[in-house]
């Protein structure tokens, strides 16, 4: 069954994103658009730093091809419905009775349940180091930061978690995104970062290791909670852009080609 609903989801059929991408990509202003990547995080500031700028609707040097452009623009509609009309209400009235501190918390641990996807992606891209990182961190946050709530790798250590994914692994091993996509409820991607999406599900111990009844109430809380910590950010780049689909298109492309190169 879960493997069913996992590919559902990337046909962009299920629930919306897991956190990964991509990271992933949420939105915005009144026509919002719901983004999510596998990544894990949905637009993290990162992205939104590493954009050219959004007021300008050319596209920028070495750009992702589009050839499904109307079949994008089409799902990156649908997704600024869904997530102005669904996610971001839910996400507004669980972040009123939850504190920051509870939801950071909740991050924490399902990141720290998913450290076999970025040590494995590490070890893929010879970053040794950083997958010894993420050993040490498990095991610190696993046990003095009581089953991952609390970062005390990062706050008490100074080791700070390595973002690694398929898709970068892949990027990394020379693979070129071949053109872009915006999935319907997962938001933009491309065909590496597709792939690299299932390739992570597969190596994500959440995926085996929960029983269906947790397993589909843990990502949608998982989706929820991400979203009350990310608000503001997708606002902030559609309110910049004079064409918001190109504007994400554009950030996403240099956020995934800054991860390959490791910046």
Same mark, same amino acid.
């Given at each position: ?6 590919i ?9 994103f897991p956190?990964i991408?991509? !990271? ?11 983004s999510?990547?596998? *990544? !894990? !995080?949905?637009l ?9 700028? =959004? ?6 040097? @070495? ?6 452009e ?8 649908l997704?600024?419905?869904? +997530?102005?009309?669904v996610? $971001?209400p #839910?996400?507004t009235?669980?972040k009123?009775i939850?504190?920051? !501190?509870?939801?950071l918390?909740?991050?924490n641990?399902?990141?720290? #349940?998913? %450290?076999p /996807?970025?040590?494995a ?7 040794f $180091?950083e997958a @010894?990182n993420?050993?040490?961190? &498990?095991?610190?946050?696993s046990?003095?930061g009581? =089953?991952? &709530? ?13 973002d =690694?994914?398929?898709g970068q692994?892949l990027?990394?091993?020379?693979v070129?995104? /071949? ?7 997962l @938001?933009? *991607? ?5 792939? @690299?999406?299932?390739g992570d ?5 959440? %995926?085996?290791?929960?029983s ?8 949608p /809380?998982e989706?929820v909670?991400? %979203?009350?910590?990310?608000?503001g950010?997708y606002e902030?780049l $559609?309110r910049a =852009?004079i064409?918001? +689909? ?8 240099? +956020?995934?080609?800054? $991860?390959?190169?490791?910046?």
């Amino acid at each position: 069954m879960r493997l069913i609903y996992w590919i559902l989801v990337l046909l962009g059929l299920g629930f919306p994103f897991p956190s990964i991408a991509q !990271e992933v990509p949420p939105p915005l202003s009144s026509d919002a658009s719901f983004s999510t990547t596998p *990544s !894990e !995080e949905a637009l993290p500031s990162e992205m939104l730093e590493a954009r050219p700028d =959004a007021s300008l609707p050319e596209e920028s040097e @070495g750009t992702t091809p589009d050839p499904l452009e109307p079949l994008n623009r089409l799902s990156f509609h649908l997704n600024d419905k869904l +997530y102005f009309w669904v996610l $971001k209400p #839910l996400a507004t009235g669980y972040k009123s009775i939850l504190p920051q !501190e509870t939801r950071l918390g909740v991050r924490n641990f399902l990141s720290n #349940l998913t %450290t076999p /996807v970025r040590m494995a992606n590490c070890l893929l891209q010879a970053r040794f $180091k950083e997958a @010894g990182n993420e050993a040490v961190r &498990f095991l610190l946050n696993s046990t003095f930061g009581l =089953a991952g &709530f609390f970062d005390q790798a990062k706050n008490e250590f100074k080791i700070e978690k390595t973002d =690694a994914d398929f898709g970068q692994t892949l990027g990394v091993w020379g693979v070129g995104p /071949v053109f872009y996509i915006h999935w319907f409820m997962l @938001g933009p *991607s491309n065909v590496r970062d597709t792939i @690299g999406f299932a390739g992570d599900l597969l190596l994500d111990p959440r %995926t085996y290791l929960l029983s269906d009844p947790i397993f589909y109430v843990v990502r949608p /809380v998982e989706l929820v909670n991400d %979203t009350s910590l990310t608000m503001g950010e997708y606002e902030e780049l $559609k309110r910049a =852009a004079i064409d918001p +689909y190109l504007a994400l298109r554009e950030a996403y492309h240099q +956020y995934r080609q800054n $991860k390959i190169k490791g910046k």
